[in-house]
């Protein structure tokens, strides 16, 4: 299966940009990076996700190597409301989708 | 805004008692995932279903859980019987036919603790 691999947890000052990253070097041509937000006491929540190109949506950017073997997660002014953990996922593989949540990255923002 | 509800919000039982949670997908919607969450485990893949049919079940306990959906309004997770080590948030998912090029949507959970 096509894992991925992101730092237990990150800081951020409250309104600068965060980055987080996400190595997935396994992955297949066919395979879809998703991002995924989980705040305290709640269901995930979706972020963004993404083929081969960059994408960008009101919550966030992604921004996806030219190898696939790595991408990141661009949150361009970070808020408390951001502190959370974030998943990155690859639905796997034409025919199956499935979608297996890792341990993600706890992200903290300091006001 | 359509929403994934599930029912109950809460539900506390005890060991060898049946446990069912309900899951009611965003209408239209033909992928339907389950999942569980633990402190120890984190978030765990049980089933997921593509109109309806079940399409892996691999993370599931196949002695003491069973997951259907009755119809494409509805989709169930039992547990019989129950154990302690079955305390956890049960989260149910839906998509359109679109996913995995769409987003999946996440109902706010069942919080099942069994004594």
């Known amino acids: 299966d096509a894992k991925t691999t992101q730092p237990n947890s990150m800081e951020s000052n409250e309104e600068e940009p965060v980055h987080l990253p996400c190595n997935h070097s396994?992955?297949?041509?066919?395979?879809?990076i998703h991002w995924y937000r989980q705040l305290p006491s709640q269901g995930p929540e979706y972020v963004i996700h993404?083929?081969?190109s960059n994408v960008n949506n009101r919550m966030a950017s992604l921004a996806i190597a030219e190898d696939r073997k790595s991408s990141t997660l661009i949150l361009h002014r970070a808020t408390l409301r951001d502190a959370a953990v974030y998943y990155c996922?690859?639905?796997?593989?034409?025919?199956?989708?499935?979608?297996?949540f890792g341990k993600g990255t706890k992200l903290s923002v300091i006001p | 805004d359509a929403r994934v509800t599930q029912t109950p919000r809460h539900k506390v039982t005890e060991m060898g008692q049946e446990v069912t949670m309900r899951c009611q997908p965003i209408?239209?919607?033909?992928?339907v995932f389950w999942y569980r969450q633990t402190m120890m485990q984190g978030l765990e893949l049980l089933a997921y279903?593509?109109?309806?049919?079940?399409?892996?079940d691999s993370g599931m306990p196949k002695d003491r859980f069973s997951a259907e959906m009755p119809d494409a309004t509805l989709a169930t997770l039992k547990i019989q019987p129950s154990e302690p080590r079955d305390s956890a948030v049960y989260f149910c998912?839906?998509?359109?036919?679109?996913?995995?090029?769409?987003?999946?949507?996440f109902g706010s959970g069942t919080q099942l603790s069994v004594l």
């Open positions: 209408l239209g919607h033909n992928t």
């Open positions: 279903f593509r109109n309806r049919a079940p399409l892996d």
């Open positions: 996922i690859l639905s796997i593989g034409a025919g199956s989708y499935q979608l297996t």
């Open positions: 993404g083929l081969t």
């Open positions: 396994t992955i297949s041509g066919t395979d879809y």
């Open positions: 998912a839906s998509g359109s036919s679109g996913f995995p090029n769409e987003k999946l949507f």
